[in-house]
């Protein structure tokens, strides 16, 4: 079973995580599965991000839905470790801006995670309604992707629109749950997996995220996994057929 790799928050060997040059990255090496995170601005504007608040990447003690898009815009993306990426900085794109780039790759799937945080600030309706109105020109290539069952549920009930679910514990993995909501795709981190468990793709496509070596890579595509989710895709992909 050949690897389909899916490239986590775009290609974050070089990059920062979640931005159009991660992005970009990834599509030049040849990625067709790209992953990103999302999150409401305070008025109302899709962006990509993935904590809960600003610490890590803006060294502020604020979240997303606290500001507007005009403050966002004037932050400055610095990764945990300058000297890897060469004291590179960058911007928070809005996802319009990654529609505009992904309508020129129809070759793309786009994994759009919708961040559980949004539903402290806004409601399940208005979150999907706002981020299904950005997606519209491509959303032939998206998969609507969250832990939230809930937000899932709301999207089966509005659209026929490709959905993946976040396992966020290996007990979620239940027949009764997933017959309901029928996902198209099942996302799990492979420290959530029971040792030695064979994958049946046969009802979803199964997708492990956070491997980091070769080794597992292996492992799990020989157990039936197919997708393999990445910071690091392209020195995986590198190392795999050297």
Same mark, same amino acid.
């Given at each position: 079973?050949?690897?389909? &790799?899916?490239? =986590?928050?775009g ?9 159009? $040059?991660s *992005?970009? %990255? ?8 790209? %992953? ?8 109302? /504007?899709a /962006?990509?991000? =993935? ?11 604020k ?6 898009l005009?403050?966002i ?10 000297? =890897?990426?060469?004291? @590179? ?5 809005? #996802?319009c801006?990654v529609?505009s780039?992904? %309508?020129?790759?129809p070759?793309? $799937?786009?994994?759009v ?7 402290? =600030? ?15 020109? *491509?959303?032939?290539q ?6 939230s ?8 009930k ?18 009764k749950?997933?017959? @309901?909501?029928?996902p %198209? ?6 420290k959530r ?11 979803f496509? &199964? ?24 910071? $690091?895709? @392209? @020195?995986?992909q590198?190392? #795999?057929?050297?």
């Open positions: 079973m050949s690897i389909q &790799w899916v490239a =986590h928050r290609e974050c060997q070089s990059h920062i995580e979640n931005t159009l $040059t *992005i970009n %990255e990834a599509i030049k090496n040849g990625i067709t599965n790209i %992953e990103i995170d999302i999150q409401l601005s305070r008025d109302g /504007v /962006v990509l991000f =993935h904590d809960r608040n600003l610490r890590r990447l803006c060294k502020q003690n979240a997303i839905a606290e500001l507007d005009n403050a815009q004037q932050l400055t993306l610095i990764p945990d470790d300058e000297t =890897h990426f060469k004291r @590179k900085t960058a911007k928070i794109p809005t #996802l801006d529609v780039l992904i %309508e020129k790759h070759q793309i $799937t786009l994994f995670e919708i961040k559980r945080v949004n539903f402290l =600030h806004f409601s399940y309706q208005n979150v999907y309604k706002k981020i299904i109105h950005v997606l519209k020109p *491509i959303l032939t998206v998969v609507l992707l969250s832990f069952y809930r937000f899932l549920r709301l999207c089966r509005y659209s026929r629109q490709t959905i993946a679910y976040v396992l966020p514990s290996w007990q979620q993995f239940n027949a749950m997933l017959t @309901k909501l029928q %198209e795709y099942i996302f799990c981190n492979i997996t029971p040792k030695e468990y064979i994958f049946d793709n046969s009802t496509n &199964w997708v492990l995220y956070e491997i980091s070596n070769t080794i597992e890579a292996k492992d799990f595509n020989n157990r039936g996994v197919q997708y393999l989710e990445s910071f $690091t895709t @392209k @020195k995986l590198q190392k #795999l057929y050297v």
